[in-house]
């Protein structure tokens, strides 16, 4: 059972699932169970456990009624991140940048975070918070 996993809502859903495709079986082992780039779902596992959904925007403002409404918020700080605990945050960091994420912090030691943490942080091609981090 599949108890708690993120859902993104895109409205850029080939970019973000190419992105995601690429990334996540490298950094996180995860295969992708269904969809492609055309949407409007796909969805990832790790053990037979859902990591990451990704599903269109527009396609669940249908669903749900919400159509008429704006699809984004005016610029604001983020109200969420996806984490992901990697082995090696250079080269996660790399691989995510070289399939089109959008740095925003470095790699970077953080031992007010932890004796031997490390983290950095990017942006998937929707714009979502993302933090890479070792321990």
Known sequence: MDALYPR????????????????????????????????????????????????????????????ELPP???????????VSRVADVDAALALCLANGATPVTPATDRPEWGPTLRSAHLRDPEGHLIELQSY
């Open 8 to 67: 993104l809502l895109v409205t850029r859903f080939a970019d973000c699932f190419r992105f995601y495709d690429a990334v996540l079986p490298e950094l996180l082992g995860a295969v992708r169970q269904k969809g492609d780039e055309s949407g409007p779902y796909a969805n990832w596992d790790v053990a037979d456990q859902a990591v990451l959904v990704l599903y269109d925007r527009a396609a669940l403002a249908a669903a749900v009624g919400t159509g």
């Open 72 to 82: 984004l918020a005016p610029p604001a700080q983020d109200a969420a991140m996806l």
